[in-house]
């Protein structure tokens, strides 16, 4: 048997610390892999964690209430799994679920301190380090809103999302299989873009504690039906504040919904490291030219920043006129499905 040191992991939103809440595991205590050992409050969520290690808790390093750094040893356990054990870095997680009561040994959740709201000005400003760049497009999604009405009205769409982001989210990852620079991360040791195999699409929620972007797995695999479901179900969990650790980490690309705040659009910053983000503004009655004529239609801006190391301003161009065809009329969505 060997002693595995568990190390505070990355929780996401480039955050560098977290708070421990409390523990779920005593000294002395035997512990499986997956069991939950510790709640642990970040400035968006509180996230449970699971352990990667089956054995007896030797030494428990942070207190409740206490800020540790991500890395930072929280737990000792005399591991009997037959996997590595080593301690060189915090291992990954599995199984995570939102958090449920355990009324014992849970305190209340307070509001995010100070040097939290301090910590995300920090991921930010990294982020707009980047050399970003933005560009627009307007379009007539009249086809796209008679569309959405429609699937309001079908079974297979109870109880989920249906709006103008469902259909933008779906376009978003579609377009991406034409164009996966899209869908990377500038390395800035080996000085080059990363393509990522999967699709992790991050939606962001506006909550309680903030802006929060969770993101959906493997997006670029789902139907319009499962991204709706995904949609509903990841902005209800975190304005409760119950976002899961697995669904804040290994985003890949994002999409925000401007329009929900009656803005016609926006420059979004890219969320750290990922080399693009899709605003989509609010839609919206407008004078449009449509066969000669002005005629009244359902009109929306939608703006792509992106990280200009990761790709230049036609491939951005070029993705961003792609999405937007497909929300102009959803027969081009079908055919490059």
């Not at 990667?52 to 737990?75: D, N, R, S």
């Not at 849970?106 to 920090?122: G, L, T, Y």
């Not at 959405?148 to 991406?176: G, H, M, Q, W, Y």
Request: hydrophobic share 45%; with cysteine; charged share 20%.
């Amino acid at each position: 048997m060997t002693t595995a040191e568990f190390r505070l992991p990355d929780l996401g939103e480039g955050l560098t610390s977290a708070e421990l809440v409390s523990w779920h595991v005593d000294v002395g205590e035997h512990v499986r892999i997956d069991q939950v050992i510790a709640d642990v409050e970040t400035a968006k969520a509180q996230v449970e964690l699971p352990s990667p290690y089956a054995g007896v808790v030797t030494e428990l390093l942070a207190e409740p209430g206490e800020a540790v750094p991500v890395g930072a040893p929280i737990i000792r356990i005399e591991s009997t799994d037959p996997v590595d054990a080593s301690t060189s870095a915090p291992p990954v997680l599995v199984g995570y679920g939102p958090a449920t009561a355990h009324a014992s040994r849970r305190r209340k959740r307070v509001p995010p301190a100070p040097s939290q709201h301090r910590e995300m000005a920090r991921a930010m400003t990294g982020s707009a380090r980047a050399p970003q760049a933005t560009v627009f497009v307007t379009i007539d999604v009249t086809a796209s809103m008679e569309l959405l009405d429609t699937l309001r009205t079908s079974a297979d769409f109870e109880n989920c999302s249906v709006t103008p982001l469902t259909l933008a989210a779906k376009s978003l990852v579609t377009a991406i299989a034409s164009y996966p620079s899209i869908n990377a991360t500038w390395d800035e040791t080996a000085e080059r873009s990363v393509v990522h195999p999967r699709i992790n699409l991050g939606i962001a929620v506006a909550s309680d504690r903030g802006l929060l972007v969770p993101n959906i797995k493997d997006a670029g695999s789902l139907t319009l039906r499962e991204i709706a479901r995904h949609i509903t179900e990841l902005t209800s969990t975190a304005r409760a504040g119950r976002t899961d650790v697995e669904h804040l980490t290994g985003g890949t690309v994002t999409i925000t919904n401007v329009g929900v705040f009656g803005v016609d659009g926006g420059v979004a910053l890219l969320n750290p490291g990922e080399a693009a983000i899709l605003a989509l503004g609010s839609v919206n009655e407008r004078p449009w030219v449509r066969g000669g004529q002005i005629v009244i239609r359902q009109v929306a801006t939608l703006s792509l920043t992106f990280d200009h190391r990761a790709l230049d301003g036609q491939q951005a161009s070029q993705f961003l006129t792609l999405v937007a065809s497909m929300l102009a009329d959803p027969a081009v969505l079908l055919a490059h499905l």
